[in-house]
């Protein structure tokens, strides 16, 4: 049976692993296809492809939009990756200057840190900013540092401006590619969930990571309702994220190909 999946994040933006190594790991575990959705970043697609991946690569990001104060997560498909970089580069913009922001709270409390010493192959963000501070030993932990200082509720998180999920689907259909709301499962406000199913999405990922039946049934339910396709993805991030394993859950066949060829 041919298994895609079609949610998993390299080290392009805050997964752990090399795209190679997810090709490889993804032939390893029976896969047949993979879309890497990178935070904001669709450089790993390029990558994969220079240097030979033999496994059937869609292009895929995972565009991080907000509702009000709520963040929602628009996975974006078999788009044109040059228009998807352009559109990536002001999502880019957008985190810069939250990051500045975040690097002068934290520079008034008694933690410098120059925007250089944050290393990333592509998105940069919180996770590279704890890492930083674990370097530079003002914390003990990465997770330490979440909960002390940059988490949502602590004293130097600032949040990014962001795009509203609407704009996210727009700025991917102008990519000529396909939307998909990620893990609906993960939207607690079930008023803002009921607004974003009349959105003008393409698919649902009802499957998400070890899912049993009974979970993903009332996602496949409403794709049924609205004429959406479903995807099935693990959010894969390598080991800051151990539990979730690559091809945990995936997409079929005919949607993987028709989210490949584009849209008509
Ligand atoms: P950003 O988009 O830059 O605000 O960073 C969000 C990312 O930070 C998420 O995708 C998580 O990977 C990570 N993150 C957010 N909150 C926490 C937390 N409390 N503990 C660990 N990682 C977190
Ligand atoms: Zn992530
Ligand atoms: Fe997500
Ligand atoms: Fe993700």
Known sequence: MFRADTHCHTNFSDGTEDPMELVRMAKESGLQGLAFTDHDDVSAHPYAISKGADIALLPGVELSCAEGQTSVHVLGYGFDVDAMHAVCKEYKQLRDERNEKMLARLQELGMPIDMSELISLGSLGRPQIALAMVKKGYVSSFRAAFDKWIGDRA?????????????????????????????????????????????????????????????????????????????????????IKPHSRLGSSWTKEPIFTQMLEGRS
Do not use: M
């Open 155 to 239: 004293p130097a998180f600032v949040q990014v401006d962001r795009y509203s999920p609407r704009e996210g689907i727009e700025q991917i259909h102008s990519c000529g590619g396909f939307a998909v709301l990620a893990h609906p499962h993960l939207i607690e406000n079930k008023a803002l969930l009921k607004g974003l199913l009349t959105l003008d999405f393409d698919g649902i990922e009802a499957c998400y990571g070890d899912f049993p039946k009974a979970r993903s049934l009332p996602f496949e339910q409403i794709a049924q309702e609205r004429g959406w396709f479903v995807t099935g993805g693990s959010d894969f991030h390598g080991s």
